[in-house]
Each structure stands twice: as structure tokens, then as C-alpha cells.
């Protein structure tokens, strides 16, 4: 798809998620918004996802999973899940939780939530098809964040031992946890290099830039696992929300909801 | 019973295509023969237990039966949040052999003892708890892992242990008597078994003695068939005497506002810092054979 086109989805797919948040009254807006031009990217240029060729489809799992509303919405878009299934996000006896229930919905592929899980069972189930000759890829995305838990580095070393090279990890590299940036938190940079010296193929992007990302996954190396480090705006797209820590947990209430659509409609 | 259970899963691995055996580090001299025979089926996934639990999960969720072989704390403790989560959430039919249950490994120390992983196991909905008393559980336990859609744990304690059954076992799921008798039933799991077993020689009014080797979901109602006639029931495991066996049948009793008297022979709950070998360490808290046997008399005298 060409990046006109990505970017009209994306901007639909933001609608929908300050749609289901404010509907919702939920927190991880700005986490959400971060990663749907990776999203968009993944399902509507880089992915083989097919209805109609379901069993062959290629694997995303959501290791940071409370951006679950971005899934959500990519789905939606998508046609893999139906509207009213993601209006009913977070509604008391609803239909999708505010973390990954993998029977939940179609296209949950696994079940995730506490940071530092998906990742490594991403590595597995690469690893699963692998063993069987299945060509299918798995693609994951994780946290800056999501990369202080031990075992995401316990999985960087794994990985490449085991040649995954059907294996994308993509990392939202926004700047902004819970209550922090990771660059002051702790020695978080260089990224790249710190995933090159454990075996990878590492790439960084305009986590933003259709071009950057549809570049960064095209190929692969062979025998080797690869990263793709998306350097991104937190809340991208609605310019209040943008690089704004409250924005992890802030709702959106009928007002901001307008507001933000002004935007996200022009 | 770890080679009797290792022999058992690379038979089928032999026969199926989708058995895969990961272990984190351990497994010398054990695991050997499995990874010769099946050098592609098999993971040592090093000293990094969350990502052997998750890389289990993602193996499974592609269809294939994973076993995960280590020391309990390995399989449990250190990776709850990933069996929590990863398997049993998300229930993927992996199978944790954890090894050196109880205080098989004293005088390691306490970071080396399984003295509560049944009592954090059951915790877990979905997951299969299994505590096999003898090779012949231990080999039953394996088969039930195979045919099972759900996660399931096994708890082992190393090598050498003694067959106890006499008899095949036709029923994993159920407890099973080994020897008859009235009034008194004591019931066990595990490889203290062999303590249960020598504290009935000698005594004067023989008890009932039942294996349970799979503690949850629980067979009640086979239990029960088996407790009839039955004043006092003595439970007998090389765990807390809270939060085991003990404390699953106390729940039951007073659930069902049953009429037995209840006494849990088990591990005090506190953290251990005497330095005995196993048998040393069965006589300090009271699970010996002649702790055991001293107990069936009492709960005869008192009946």
C-alpha cells in the first residue's frame, strides 16, 4: 500500500482509538497512539493477514500490551474483528479487555499485559514454525520501557543463537514510561548497538515515516533475527497528547474527544 | 524416577514428531540419550528462566508438546509470572517436571528445596498438579501429559527411588490404596512414600494407606469412596504442612462439613536452616517412618 493510503488509515485508526478511549474512559491513549504507523505499516503493507487464508497468515504479537487499543482498532480496520466487538472495549460486561486475552478475539494471538512476556513467546512460537518448515514470519512489537525487564535480554540472547531470521521486533521507542523516560531512568542508549552485540540485525527509523518503516522490514538477513528500533512520539497525532507523560494514563473526556478529532479529521 | 520419566518422553518423542524437551542448565548425565536421539527437539535455554517459560509457550502455541525439565525453583518459582501468564492463562498444554521436590537436595539449602510449590501451583487455574510416590506414578503422570490440552506439573524428586506399587496403576487421576485397612487412613504423596511404607511394618493395628499422585483437580468423590470406615486421616507429604496436601484435604472436611479427624504430617512453615541430609531433615520435622508410626497409633488410641 502506498504511503497516502497508509497514512489515511492510520489517521482512521486513531479516530477509533480516541473513539473506544473516550467510550471507555480508558488510560493508555498515549501508548496507543504511539504505534499505529507501525501497526498500520505491519498490517496493511508488510503482513500476509488474509480472512480468507487465515491458517497461513503471519504472527504480530502486542508484547506492550497496554497499547491493546491500537490492535484493537488495527483489527477493526482490518476487518478481523467486527465494530461492535471493538465497541465493546472495556464495557462492563464487554467484549475486549484493557490487556490481551488471546480468546477474546480473533487475531489475538497471544495473551499479554505485564511487560517483558510476549517477546519471548514470540521467540517460541518463531522458533515453533521454524522447526516445521512453516514460512510463515512472527513479528512483535515491545516497549522502550518494556526493555528494562530482564527478559527481553535473556530473549536477545536466545534469539539470534537460535537464527530467527523470521523473527521482526519492532521497538516503540517513544522516550516515555510510566513515570519516567527511559533515557534518564537507566543507561538506555545505544540501542542499536547494544542488539547488534547480541547477534542481530539492527535497524533504527522514523517510527513515523511509512517509507522508513516499509524499508526496515523488507528483507532479511539470513540466519539472523531483526530489530527495528522506531524512534517515536508518544500520543503522535493529537498534538496535546503529544510527548506527554500524563498521556499514559489521562482519559478522554467528551470535550478532549472533540478535540482531538479536529485533528485527526483534517 | 527423573529416568524413568526422561525414557518415557523420548519413547513417544520417537514415535511423535511434536514432543520437544527444554531444559534451563540441568539435566547432566540424565538428559543425555533425549538429546542424542533428538538433537532438533531439544532446547537448553541456559540460565534465563522467564524466556524458557515464554519460548515453552510460544513452542506450544504452534502445536507442539513441550516438556520443560529443572529443578522446581526453576520451573516455578523463579518464572511464576511466565507459568502464570504464558502457560496456564493462556492454557498451553506444557509440561513442568520440576525436580528435587521437597528436601531431596539437603543440604543445599533452602534456595534448592521445594517446600511450597504445591501450595503456589495450586494457584493456578488450568494447571494439573501431579506428585508422583514411585516410578510407576511418575511414568502414569507422563502419560496423562501426553493426552492432555492442559498444562500440567510434576513434581519429582531425583533418582533411585524405590518402586512401592505391587499392583499396576489403572487410574492416575485417583487416589489409590496400597494397602487395606480400617479406621485410620493415611494419605501421602510424593517420595516420602517409602517412609509411609516402613512405618506400616510393625504396627499393631495396620492403617489405610492411599497414594495421591494427583492433587488437583482432586478426585473427591473417589476419595470418599475410599474414606468410608474411616475415623482419622493422617496426610503424610514432604512439603508445608500448609498449603499442601494436608491443606487441600483440611478445605475439603470443612467444606463438606465432613466427620474426620484430620492430622497434617509436613514440613513446618518457616525458612530452613538445619543442616541434615534427607533422612535427617524427615526425622526433624516429624515425616520419618517412626514419626509416622507413632502418629498411626496415637490417631488408633485416640480414635
Avoid at chain 1, 224 to 243: H, N, R
Wanted: overall charge positive.
Amino acid at each position: 500500500m502506498d504511503s497516502y493510503k497508509l497514512q489515511d488509515t492510520a489517521k482512521k485508526i486513531r479516530r477509533l482509538i480516541i473513539e473506544i478511549a473516550c467510550r471507555s474512559r480508558s488510560a493508555h491513549v498515549g501508548s496507543s497512539l504511539s504505534c499505529v504507523d507501525i501497526l498500520t505499516t505491519l498490517y496493511f503493507h508488510a503482513m500476509n493477514i488474509d480472512k480468507r487464508d487465515w491458517k497461513n497468515r503471519d504472527i504480530f504479537v502486542l508484547s506492550k500490551a497496554h497499547a491493546a487499543m491500537a490492535l484493537y482498532a488495527t483489527l477493526a480496520c482490518k476487518g478481523v474483528i467486527s465494530k461492535k466487538k471493538l465497541f465493546g472495549y472495556m464495557q462492563d460486561d464487554g467484549t475486549l479487555p484493557a490487556h490481551l486475552d488471546r480468546f477474546t478475539a480473533q487475531g489475538i494471538e497471544v495473551s499479554a499485559g505485564s511487560l517483558g512476556h510476549g517477546f519471548n513467546i514470540a521467540i517460541g512460537m518463531a522458533y515453533g514454525y521454524k522447526l516445521r518448515g512453516d514460512g510463515r514470519r512472527v513479528f512483535t512489537l515491545i516497549g522502550d520501557g518494556e526493555s528494562e525487564e530482564g527478559s527481553i535480554w535473556e530473549g536477545a540472547l536466545f534469539a539470534s543463537r537460535l537464527k530467527l531470521d523470521n523473527l521482526t521486533v519492532i521497538m516503540d521507542r517513544n522516550d516515555l514510561q510510566g513515570y519516567g523516560r527511559p533515557s534518564e531512568l537507566c543507561y538506555f542508549e545505544p540501542m542499536e548497538d547494544k542488539w547488534k552485540a547480541f547477534g542481530w540485525k539492527a535497524l533504527r527509523v522514523d517510527g513515523h515515516s511509512f517509507i522508513e518503516l516499509k524499508g526496515a522490514l523488507k528483507g532479511r538477513e539470513k540466519g539472523k533475527p531483526k530489530v527495528i528500533i522506531a524512534d517515536t512520539t508518544k500520543g503522535k497525532g493529537v498534538p496535546f497528547m503529544e510527548d506527554e507523560m500524563k498521556w499514559h494514563y489521562f482519559i478522554v473526556t467528551d470535550d478532549l474527544r472533540e478535540e482531538a478529532m479536529r485533528y485527526l479529521c483534517r | 524416577m527423573r529416568n524413568s520419566v526422561i525414557k518415557r518422553i523420548a519413547k513417544e518423542a520417537g514415535k511423535k514428531k511434536d514432543i520437544f524437551l527444554i531444559t534451563g542448565d540441568a539435566g547432566f548425565g540424565v538428559l543425555d540419550k533425549y538429546k542424542k536421539l533428538f538433537p532438533e527437539r531439544f532446547l537448553n535455554l541456559g540460565v534465563a528462566e522467564q524466556n524458557m517459560i515464554g519460548i515453552a509457550a510460544g513452542l506450544g502455541l504452534t502445536g507442539f508438546k513441550v516438556f520443560v525439565y529443572n529443578i522446581v525453583p526453576f520451573v516455578l518459582y523463579r518464572c511464576y509470572e511466565q507459568v502464570r501468564n504464558d502457560i496456564c492463562y493462556q492454557n498451553v498444554p506444557v509440561t513442568l517436571i520440576g525436580i528435587g521436590s521437597g528436601v531431596t537436595y539437603s543440604p543445599q539449602g533452602v534456595t534448592h528445596y521445594s517446600v511450597e510449590d504445591i501450595a503456589l501451583a495450586r494457584t493456578l487455574p488450568n494447571l494439573v498438579i501431579f506428585s508422583p510416590s514411585d516410578p510407576i506414578e511418575a511414568v502414569k503422570c507422563v502419560e496423562y501429559a501426553l493426552s492432555s490440552k492442559d498444562p500440567v506439573y510434576i513434581r519429582i524428586a531425583k533418582s533411585g527411588e524405590p518402586v512401592i506399587h505391587n499392583r499396576k496403576v489403572k487410574d492416575i487421576r485417583s487416589p489409590v490404596v496400597l494397602n487395606e485397612g480400617e479406621g485410620v487412613a493415611v494419605l501421602f504423596h510424593g517420595s516420602v512414600s517409602t517412609e509411609v511404607i516402613s512405618a506400616l511394618e510393625g504396627v499393631r493395628r495396620r492403617p489405610k494407606a492411599i497414594s495421591v499422585p494427583m492433587l488437583q483437580p482432586m478426585d473427591f468423590d473417589s476419595l470418599g469412596r475410599k474414606l468410608k470406615d474411616i475415623h482419622t486421616i493422617i496426610t503424610v507429604e514432604e512439603h508445608f504442612s500448609e498449603g499442601g496436601l494436608g491443606s487441600i484435604i483440611a478445605e475439603w472436611i470443612a467444606g463438606r462439613g465432613l466427620d474426620y479427624r484430620l492430622i497434617k504430617l509436613g514440613i513446618k512453615n518457616e525458612f530452613i536452616h538445619e543442616i541434615k541430609n534427607n533422612a535427617g531433615m524427615r526425622s526433624h520435622y516429624g515425616i520419618s517412618s517412626e514419626a509416622i508410626k507413632e502418629t498411626i497409633g496415637r490417631a488408633y488410641e485416640n480414635g
